[in-house]
């Protein structure tokens, strides 16, 4: 369990909401990444750390302030060009809330989704942090489709 303030620190130190969503929103989005210069794969059951550049999967079963049922979230940490990308590998069922990437703090690459954050940790630690955080707020999105900016958490 995370205190608030160690989830508010986790979101002043990377401005989650902040740099990216106005990248986003005016088009300046320069986040494109190779995914196929990843090189490692996972083996399959369990967490393992097959090199440097990737680390997982991770499970996380977020903070349900309205006792939601599903509340699990599965991440891989990869590492590209120095920094710590999250990948989205499982999330909760939205709902009916919008899937929209703005909205939900999501990069895409077809099937591929990862964490939208700015700038992306240097650390696997930092990433960890990071993606618990953005969970939480998720989750509360998608109870009670307040978006992340208007969360008090």
Known sequence: MFTGIELASAFLNYS???N???RL???????????NELGTQLSSGGQTETSQKVFGPVDYYANARHNQADKWFRFTYRKVRGE???????MPNLNGRSGDLHRTHRYRNGNTYWICYDPQPR????AKSVSRAWADRELEYIATGVPFERQIW
């Not at 710590?84 to 499982?90: A, D, K, P, S, V």
């Open 25 to 35: 929103l005016h088009g300046d989005n320069d986040m494109h990444y190779d995914h």
């Open 123 to 126: 650390t696997l630690e930092e």
């Open 16 to 18: 989650i909401l902040g």
């Open 20 to 22: 990216s969503i106005r």
């Open 84 to 90: 710590w990308l999250t990948y989205i590998e499982r």
